[in-house]
């Protein structure tokens, strides 16, 4: 007799199957129940070793001893023709049916019942401003808008603008927690006690203040509040020239760092100085547009006046690099049509590639030190889709300035078009405690990847409990939920997403409401959206590839690949496919990419029934 066939005999195959069920079971049962009593974590993991370990006895146990109707004897004892080991054997595989029977009722149960549950008040937590279950940090504090006290009340955007860079370059700070501008600047003209925003907030301390702008003079009154008591940590006045803006800038925050008693960086102190013109109204126009592109979200009219500005400071002072990248940033947007910030200039493709290189070639020469040409020049290389050469030039200066997080998004986009998964976890997954720390890094944290559904799902749902108000990370964290198959959650999010969308130009949110109704089923009401939706919009391809319209969505991206636009920017959507579009095949083999196949989309809408339309 075969050593298999032995097996067979003595029950071991029937009762590795049996124990292996039951163990499923057991480990199932408890890792819900027993959090249910708050028991601690090793209690769980204890009951998963003691299955473990008891395996293979449980096997040496069926092999050694026979079941009988007088009790166990060693299999050696029992003649063949007393043995009932096919009863045994039937009544065993009974058991393992019934088992994997209560295994798929309780797995189903879980699923469906109770995980959308547990998931859904986690989010609704989150959703309802909770914040993280720690104690308020004392080197934290929240930039509110400087107040425009100006005569003609004409400066505000001077004020927003001022509070956007003493907020960025705190941001900087890596021992000291900022709360998100869009969650600070909410309070712009409250009457609210600063205690009860520094509450609302989570902070300790609050920075506010006023400007007063003329021709001849600015006024720039701050004052540094700690929160528990309205003390005045510190407080200044500058009364000076316009041309001393940068330098009231750095001392405001060195001040701010001294008086909380945290580090400020040097290099960002270094940073906010060397702005690079010698033009107020230059340099007016360019914060200008750095408030205005700061605040712009998914506004078109917001990112077109910022472009202005930036034109208008480069106009000025020929010489200021930083606004001619900052202009050449308008049109590389422009150029990628799944941008939000693509505004629909109506220029053929070669109109907005030759705008981008009258900028970004200014930029370029005109910088001030050999950092910012290179991060200039790798901008250049990802426009003209050399990206190989472009994570060249990013790794190279990402070398002596690691915390750009502009430029790190950059290189992320990059490892995403040459399908580097392992460069772009490593470098992604890096981030993920400055992530819990600052608001900017949380908004893009959670943005398409290689897919790892249910990470990026939980990463999400932890980064909305710390900042409830950033609409970004709701939108991005939905459709992970989605990937993910946590329909019900997700269905919790856009709740949340509709509560804090922007109210003017928000294309974004049509999209995630067409994701969550077919992910629910609700194929009819996706259908009448398409009919709704301008069919030249990047909306109205998303709707087709959720209807599971293929032809008519590759139809769609074929002919802007006819007019000249670049599709590059759909290779960050992992379903799809571009062997329709030879431009882009003609990129991947040229830059020696193995992309791997499209991937369906879990969430898309159920066919069409048969006969329908």
């Known amino acids: 007799m075969s050593f298999i066939a032995e097996l067979k005999r003595r029950n071991v195959i029937r009762m590795a199957g049996l124990y292996l069920v039951g163990a499923w079971l057991v480990t199932q049962v408890a890792a819900t129940v027993l959090p249910l009593f708050g028991a601690p974590a090793w209690m769980a993991r204890s009951v998963v070793a003691i299955l473990g370990i008891g395996f293979l006895p449980a096997l040496v146990f069926a092999w050694v001893f026979e079941l009988t109707p007088a009790g166990l004897k060693r299999d050696a004892e029992v003649p063949a023709e007393a043995s009932i080991a096919p009863q045994t054997a039937r009544r065993m595989e009974r058991m393992i049916l019934l088992l994997f029977a209560v295994a798929l009722a309780f797995f189903a149960f879980d699923k469906f019942v109770l995980a959308p549950k547990r998931e859904a008040a986690s989010v609704a937590t989150a ?8 104690a308020i940090t004392d080197k934290s504090i929240a930039v509110l808008p400087f107040v425009d006290m100006s005569q003609g009340r004409d400066q505000e955007w001077f004020g927003d603008g001022l509070a956007e860079e ?6 900087r700070t890596p021992d000291l927690q900022v709360s998100a501008r869009t969650s600070s600047f909410r309070y712009k003209g409250s009457t609210l006690a600063v205690p009860q925003i520094a ?7 609050v920075l506010e203040g006023s400007i007063r702008s003329t021709p001849q003079r600015i006024r720039v009154t701050a004052q540094l509040i700690r929160a528990a008591d309205g003390f005045h940590l510190w407080s200044q006045t500058y009364d000076r020239d316009p041309a001393d803006v940068i330098a009231i800038q750095e001392d405001l925050a060195r001040s701010i760092a001294t008086a909380m008693e945290t580090s400020m960086d040097p290099k960002a102190l270094a940073d906010m100085a060397a702005v690079g013109t010698r033009s107020v109204e230059a340099y007016q126009a360019y914060i200008r547009g750095l408030a205005l592109e700061q605040a712009a979200g998914y506004d078109r009219d917001s990112v077109n006046q910022a472009y202005q500005h930036f034109e208008k400071a480069r106009t000025l002072d020929p010489g200021f690099a930083a606004a001619h990248a900052a202009a050449a940033r308008f049109w590389q947007e422009q150029k990628a049509l799944t941008s939000v910030k693509e505004v629909g200039t109506g220029l053929p493709f070669d109109s907005v590639a030759k705008n981008y290189r009258e900028r970004i070639d200014q930029a370029i020469r005109l910088a001030a030190t050999p950092a910012a040409r290179t991060k200039a020049a790798a ?15 990013y790794r190279e200066y990402l070398a002596s300035h690691p915390g750009d997080l502009a430029a790190i998004n950059d290189l992320l986009a990059l490892y995403i078009q040459v399908s580097d998964r392992p460069a772009f976890d490593a470098l992604k997954q890096s981030l993920w405690p400055l992530a819990r720390k600052r608001p900017d890094v949380a908004e893009w944290f959670v943005r398409s990847s290689f897919r790892d559904a249910g990470r990026d799902a939980d990463q999400g749902l932890e980064l909305m409990r710390i900042w ?19 329909v019900q959650v997700a269905a919790e999010v ?17 999209v995630a409401m067409a994701r969550q109704v077919c992910a629910e089923g609700r194929r009819a009401e996706v259908e009448r959206m398409l009919q709704d939706t301008d069919p030249d919009s990047i909306q109205y391809w998303h709707l087709l590839e959720l209807l599971g319209e293929q ?6 991206l074929q002919r802007l690949e006819q007019k000249g636009s670049s599709l590059v920017g759909f ?3 992992p379903q799809f496919d571009p062997r329709p579009y030879p431009s882009l095949m003609r990129l991947l083999a040229r830059e020696q990419v193995d992309r791997p196949p499209p991937v369906p989309l879990p969430f898309a809408c159920p066919p069409a029934a048969k006969g329908a339309g």
Do not use: C
Request: glycine fraction near 4%.
């Open 571 to 573: 290779l960050h959507y």
């Open 166 to 171: 003493i907020l960025n370059a705190l941001a």
């Open 199 to 205: 509450r609302e907030l989570g902070v300790a301390h």
């Open 379 to 393: 901008s250049a290389a990802a426009f003209a889709d050399e990206w190989r050469k472009a994570i060249r030039l």
């Open 551 to 556: 032809q008519a969505a590759s139809a769609f």
């Open 127 to 134: 959703l309802q401003g909770a914040k993280v279950a720690t």
């Open 468 to 486: 409830p108000d950033l609409y970004a990370l709701h939108y991005q964290s939905h459709r992970e939920l989605l990937w993910a198959g946590r």
């Open 494 to 510: 856009l709740a949340g997403m509709q509560r804090i969308a922007p109210k003017d130009n928000n294309r974004t949110l049509e």
